[in-house]
């Protein structure tokens, strides 16, 4: 294990569809939730966060909203579904890049702008830290900001992502994973 810097912590950045929120799924491709009233959190998912924040991890949500910059949905009914996920999840911070894929931002994944950003201001050690995502740009994202990677196949009709460090198919086994690492890691310390 890396020697941590004194007072930075560890954290589990998370995608936001198809990892803690069921996604609307057409023709096998996961499409972020349009509505309010379409808006669920996968049942385990309170559960899991729980477990990885009684590990010690700092949880931050890192999600791209792109529907939008391109007009499918308001800010602000994006905005109420992360009010229901602060209430209803122990999350640190939620960041979303409300870009479109052709605005060359710095913080849409993959590349790592939001998780560098959330790193600084909560004084994350990103070595220590793990990337949980459904996609390629998710994988991609977090090994650019040095975080271990851990991919969640849904089966997805896309191309998965390149060597992930871990391969799970839910949030409960993505935090068996996380805190079987962590576990193995402090014992040979």
């Given at each position: 294990m890396v020697s941590r810097a004194p007072g930075?912590?560890?954290?589990?950045?998370?995608?936001?569809?198809?990892?803690?929120?069921?996604p609307d799924i057409r023709d096998?491709?996961?499409?972020?939730?349009?509505?309010?009233?379409?808006?669920?959190?996968?049942?385990?998912?309170?559960?899991s966060l729980l477990r990885l924040k009684r590990a010690g991890f700092l949880l931050a949500v890192?999600?791209?909203?792109?529907?939008?910059?391109?007009?499918?949905?308001?800010?602000?009914?994006?905005?109420?579904?992360?009010?229901?996920?602060?209430r209803e999840l122990c999350l640190d911070a939620i960041r979303a890049c409300f870009h479109a894929q052709g605005d060359h931002?710095?913080?849409?994944?993959?590349?790592?702008?939001?998780?560098?950003?959330?790193?600084?201001k909560l004084g994350i050690e990103l070595e220590d830290s793990f990337?949980?995502?459904?996609?390629?740009?998710?994988?991609e994202a977090?090994?650019?900001?040095?975080?271990?990677?851990?991919?969640?196949?849904r089966g997805y009709a896309e191309p998965a992502p390149?060597?992930?460090?871990?391969?799970?198919?839910?949030i409960a086994q993505a935090a068996d994973a996380i805190i079987g690492v962590r576990s193995t890691l402090q014992e040979s310390s």
């Open positions: 930075l912590v560890p954290a589990v950045f998370l995608d936001r569809d198809g990892v803690i929120v069921v096998r491709r996961s499409y972020a939730p349009r509505r309010l009233a379409d808006f669920r959190i996968y049942p385990e998912a309170a559960a890192v999600t791209n909203q792109p529907d939008v910059a391109n007009g499918l949905v308001p800010r602000s009914e994006v905005e109420a579904m992360h009010e229901i996920m602060s931002c710095e913080c849409r994944k993959p590349k790592p702008g939001m998780i560098l950003e959330l790193a600084g990337m949980v995502g459904d996609r390629a740009s998710d994988v977090g090994r650019a900001a040095g975080c271990a990677t851990i991919f969640i196949d390149t060597a992930p460090d871990y391969i799970v198919h839910s």
